[in-house]
């Protein structure tokens, strides 16, 4: 069984004049957000045996503060542009489907919504600071969306 978990970065300085957007980094609450993202994924027992990321630094910032937050500094942040904002992730589908255990993906609208209809066939919008799991079964070759939350949900669990 190979578990899925989508996360869109958290809140990100704002798009500045002379600030490039691939540099734009977390700000406070999108620290506080990833955080919570690792609690929550602590509480449902889903610790990533792999990690990867959209190259901008706000995806890359997300994903290592949810790693320290639950521990697994070791764990490293691959890169893939397949995660950039506009990029068609298709390619990044089979990789997945093929990997066993819990990996974690962070990332960026609209291609979390394009992966997340390319696995399920759902189709979704994915907050910032948002988690969507999704479970693939090699032996059925069936990929299931399991859940779907955002921030204002997270707060309550």
């Known amino acids: 069984m190979t578990t899925i978990v989508i996360v869109r970065h958290g809140e990100a300085e704002p798009e500045a004049p002379g600030v490039e957007d ?37 995806a890359v910032q997300s994903a290592e503060t949810i790693l320290d937050e639950m521990g697994l500094e070791e764990l ?9 904002p506009n990029s068609d992730p298709s390619p990044l589908v089979a ?17 979390l919504s394009a992966l997340v209809k390319a ?5 979704v919008d994915v907050k910032k600071g948002g988690v969507v799991v999704v479970e693939h079964d090699p032996l059925e070759n069936r990929t299931s969306l399991e859940l779907l ?9």
């Open 22 to 58: 691939d540099k734009r980094a977390l700000v406070k609450k999108g620290q506080k957000q990833m955080r919570r993202v690792a609690s929550f994924l602590e509480e449902m027992g889903l610790e990533p045996d792999v990690v990867l990321s959209s190259p901008m630094l706000r």
């Open 76 to 84: 490293k942040v691959e890169t893939l542009d397949e995660l950039l």
């Open 149 to 157: 939350l955002n921030q204002k949900v997270l707060k309550l669990i």
């Open 119 to 123: 696995l399920t066939g759902s189709e």
């Open 95 to 111: 990789k997945l489907k093929e990997h066993q255990g819990v990996a974690l993906v962070v990332g960026h609208m609209p291609s």
